[in-house]
């Protein structure tokens, strides 16, 4: 005879992860379920390849394709180098480093709608990023050197200088995000580490490259991670400053199909195929980013 007490399942660990489990299933695996399925499916039923088709054949998609990924790349590397320059000299303790810090942090406070207005008042022609040009002399430099003849109409560059545009103005607003990430990084290093690496003879450098970086390595990763994922989802800057279908992003093109013309007979059908080539390609580069990034623990090596 089993004289064990029985468990009581509801006082079980598990219930607590119960809520978000409901969460996750209501409001994230059952809409992208859907979205799997209407992607599959023809405008009046039936299992088709018609949607992706007509994806491929959009004139944008390559283009919208290859702006994506070069503003996650790029972007990535540029808010890196820049976020762990800022963390390790507000590190410093200077004097005055909590009042720079937080002017470092304002732009991450707006919203992406306010930073769109902002930057579209300097990139026109008599926009404040001319009045600097002008007020520092770098206009009449640029003029001399015959780099350029007049003022410059920022918001006309198109292709890959728009994008890089588009680049600069995320890299100003999200790189504090990354920098504060990589700051509470540093924060909780055991300095001591680094001074025993300089008693040993390492320069500054090599104790950053050697004992820093590996140290930190996981706030680096949760960071650039963060970082590449919110990359391949941008849109909202770029429809903000130039419009839409001027410089097409993938998610930028679920947007445009799905409301601006959503009369059209087949828009929702591209929307939804655009949103799950857009999830696919979030996973990929998430798993391939974790996969290069993964190495073995300093903490476990002997």
Do not use: C, H
């Amino acid at each position: 005879m089993d004289l064990k007490p029985k468990k009581n399942i509801f006082k079980s660990p598990y219930m607590l992860l119960l809520p978000a489990l409901l969460f996750y299933l209501m409001f994230w695996f059952f809409p992208v379920m859907l979205s799997l399925i209407q992607s599959f499916t023809a405008k009046y039923g039936g299992f088709s390849l018609d949607n992706y088709r007509m994806m491929f054949d959009d004139p944008l998609f390559l283009e919208a394709l290859t702006n994506t990924l070069v503003f996650a790349v790029i972007s990535l590397i540029l808010q890196f180098f820049i976020a762990l320059g800022v963390a390790l000299l507000v590190n410093r303790n200077f004097k005055g480093s909590k009042l720079f810090l937080f002017v470092m942090l304002i732009p991450m406070a707006l919203p992406q709608s306010a930073v769109g207005i902002l930057w579209n008042t300097g990139l026109i022609q008599v926009g404040w990023i001319n009045s600097l040009f002008e007020v520092f002399g770098l206009q009449s430099l640029l003029e001399g050197l015959s780099v350029i003849d007049g003022r410059i109409i920022w918001k006309d560059v198109s292709g890959m200088q728009a994008v890089f545009l588009i680049i600069l103005i995320d890299t100003w607003t999200v790189m504090p995000s990354v920098m504060i990430i990589i700051l509470a990084g540093l924060q909780n290093f055991n300095k001591e580490f680094k001074e025993a690496a300089q008693v040993f003879g390492a320069t500054k450098f090599q104790a950053l490259k050697d004992i820093v970086i590996p140290i930190i390595k996981p706030s680096l990763i949760t960071a650039l991670l963060l970082r590449l994922i919110a990359g391949v989802q941008v849109w909202l800057i770029s429809v903000m400053i130039f419009g839409f279908e001027r410089i097409p992003f993938l998610l930028e093109r679920i947007v445009f199909y799905s409301d601006k013309v959503r009369t059209g007979e087949f828009s929702y059908q591209l929307a939804v195929a655009y949103s799950v080539f857009t999830l696919a390609l979030v996973f990929i580069v998430a798993f391939g980013f974790i996969k290069l990034t993964k190495g073995k623990d300093w903490r476990n090596q002997t």
